[in-house]
C-alpha cells in the first residue's frame, strides 16, 4: 500500500537525520484535494496529499535539507496548483495531473490521471519530453525506497543527499519492468 511506503520512506529520512523529516507539513482532508483538483481524484493523489502537504520553509534553509529524494521535494496542494498553472499544454500531462514532487530547476514527478481511472505517475524534465515513468504512485515510492536500501540513494561525506545514477537506473528497470 502506498501509505506502508511512505511511512517506510519516512523512516529511511529519519535514520539518516535527514533535515526535511520534523518539516513536513500534515496531510490535507480528501475534501480539500477535491476541490483542487477536480472531483473524483484517484485514491492515491488523495493518499499522497493526505500524507504530506509540502516542507515547512525556514530562514537559511538549502534545497537539499528538504529533498525527500536527490533534487526533488514534496510540494504542497497549493505549490503544486501554482505549477500546474505554468505548465502549457502536453499531451502525456493531458488534463488530469497535479505534481507530487519538484525541483528547484522546474523539474517534477506528477500523478495523471484519466476520470475513473487510478494515477499513474509522469516524469517532466526541463527540455526534454513527458515520459510516464511509474505505473503508480506507490510503485515510485517503493522504488525509491529500494534505491535507499540499495544504496543509490545515499548521503556523502558532507551530508549532501546523493544519488549513484547506475545503480539507480538498474534499481528503476528491476523494478518497473
Known sequence: MLQEELES?????????????????????AGQVEAAVGPFPPDEVVS?????????????????????I?????????EAL???RSYGADPVLGEHWVPVLAG?????????WRPGQPARVAGVLIGESTNIEFASLEQMVRVFNECYRRG???VDDQQYLEMD?????????????
Open 9 to 29: 520512506l519516512v523512516d529511511r529520512l529519519a535514520e539518516m537525520a535527514r533535515p526535511v523529516v520534523p518539516w513536513l507539513v500534515p496531510g490535507v482532508e
Open 48 to 68: 499522497w496529499f493526505g500524507w504530506c502537504n509540502g516542507v515547512e520553509f525556514h530562514d537559511g534553509q538549502t534545497q537539499d535539507e528538504i529533498n525527500v
Open 70 to 78: 536527490p533534487g526533488y521535494a514534496p510540494v504542497s496542494l497549493r
Open 82 to 84: 501554482g505549477i500546474r
Open 104 to 112: 528547484p530547476s522546474g523539474d517534477l514527478y506528477a500523478a495523471v
Open 152 to 154: 543509490a540513494f545515499y
Open 165 to 177: 545514477a547506475d545503480l539507480c537506473d538498474e534499481v528503476y528497470s528491476a523494478m518497473t519492468q
